[in-house]
Each structure stands twice: as C-alpha cells, then as structure tokens.
C-alpha cells in the first residue's frame, strides 16, 4: 500500500505562490495517474488538478485552470501542485491520491482514487 505525504502549504498573500509536494513510500507511483483535491471548511472535497502515469497529460478545475500546474517527477516519486495568483477561494486542505488503476489517465473523479493523503493547509490572506 502506498502512503502520500503532502507538504509545501502555508500561509500566503493573495496573488502569492505556492509549491505543493506530494511524496509517496511503500510503493512506486510511476505506473499511477495522480490528483489534488481539496476542502474548505463546511464545504465538500472537490478537484483541483489530475496528471496521468506517463505525465503527458492533466486535467483542471475551471477554478484553477491558467493558475495552476501539476506535475510528477518519477525518479523523486513526487508530484507537485505549482500554485500561482492565488485567492482566498483557495483556502482550503489540500490532498494528493493515486489512482486506483494502474496505466490510466488523469480522473476528476474522487472515487477513482484509492490512497490519499493526510493534507496541507493552504491560507491565502486578502
């Protein structure tokens, strides 16, 4: 079983930046599409951005598309979520998790996923 471990959140201005790192253990992830989703508080998780096992291709929610990029690094077993001109719509919990299937592309869909993180905290300031 895989474990995911996000760090990278913090606290930022609005129109700051953030690099969010997910790095796994106990398992590669290489063979595996990735995602972030996130929580406000008193709201539901929603998707944020999804990669597929190649890395060729991402996915984004309307919200952040032209903001953020996700990216894998296969030799580090680590996605990233580069985050950038970030509002405070953004605050939120963010998580990484791994496709259940192997050899697939990027989903938006939560249930997809079958190993998830413990989350960081984003804090955008107005």
């Known amino acids: 079983q895989v474990q995911l471990v996000e760090s990278g959140g913090g606290l930022v201005q609005t129109g700051g930046s953030l690099r969010l790192s997910c790095t796994a253990s106990g398992e590669s992830i290489s063979n595996y599409a990735m995602g972030w989703f996130r929580q406000a508080p008193s709201k539901e998780r929603e998707f944020v951005a999804a990669i597929s096992w190649r890395g060729d291709s991402s996915i984004y929610a309307d919200s952040v598309k032209g903001r953020f990029t996700i990216s894998r690094d296969g030799a580090k077993n680590t996605v990233y979520l580069q985050m950038n001109g970030l509002k405070p719509e953004d605050t939120a919990v963010y998580y990484c998790?791994?496709?259940?299937?192997?050899?697939?592309?990027?989903?938006?869909?939560?249930?997809?996923?079958?190993?998830w993180g413990q989350g960081t905290q984003v804090t955008v300031a107005s």
């Open positions: 998790a791994a496709l259940i299937i192997p050899y697939a592309g990027p989903s938006p869909a939560g249930p997809d996923f079958g190993s």
